[in-house]
């Protein structure tokens, strides 16, 4: 680690960072160098996947400096990314969302979401709807088999991974409502967590 350290500091090729990329940042296989490698746009992880920064960084002065800047515009910029993924949700169609969205926003994407339709079918239910989980595990079942049909199809490798993955995500939400159902749950205070 330090004979690779030492190469990066001790040379003026900006772009020798790349091969050390993956040991830098998660997943993160290389940054996207423009304007004749004077800035960075962007991130590719390993699957390919990509982003483009929402402010350039600028590849000057110490590569400490310019890799620190990396690292905070990355920050923000996948957080602006997940911010309007999770807003996109619920305005289209699943499927689409997650052909359109970073496979890390469609995880944290439909988890923030799930949450939410979880606490809303208890509010449901303290209303008087006692209906409303089963309704629920119904709609889960439905968008497990949606998913199932999917991956059936010839699909990218990107988008193929996302349903491979969100498949296991999903059938563990669905033994969740369905344990709820099962035991009567009616109150999130009344189910221990295992």
């Known amino acids: 680690a330090d004979d690779q350290l030492l190469r990066v500091l001790g ?3 900006v772009t020798m960072i790349q091969e050390f990329m993956l ?8 940054l996207i160098f423009a304007r004749n490698n004077k800035i960075i746009k962007g991130m590719v992880s390993s699957e390919k996947e990509s982003f ?5 960084v600028a590849v000057e002065g110490p590569v400490e400096n310019w890799m620190t800047s990396v690292a905070a515009e990355m920050k923000r910029t ?3 990314i997940m911010k309007e993924a999770i807003f996109l949700y619920p305005k289209n169609a699943r499927l689409k969302w997650m052909d359109m969205s970073l496979g890390m926003c469609c995880q944290t994407g439909i988890k923030v979401w799930w949450t939410w339709e979880i ?25 497990v088999n949606d998913l199932v049909r999917e991956v059936r199809k010839p699909l990218g490798k990107l ?14 939400a669905r033994d ?4 709820f159902i099962r035991d009567s749950i009616m109150d999130i205070r009344e189910f221990a967590w295992e």
């Open 119 to 143: 606490e809303d079918v208890f509010r449901r239910v303290s209303k008087g709807d006692k209906n409303a989980m089963k309704s629920y595990g119904v709609k889960l079942k439905n968008e």
């Open 78 to 80: 996948l957080r602006a």
């Open 52 to 56: 483009d920064f929402k402010e350039l």
């Open 11 to 13: 040379t003026s090729d």
């Open 176 to 179: 969740i409502v369905d344990k």
């Open 23 to 30: 040991g830098l940042f998660d997943n993160t296989e290389e």
């Open 159 to 172: 988008m193929r991974k996302k349903v491979n993955t969100q498949i296991i995500v999903d059938v563990h």
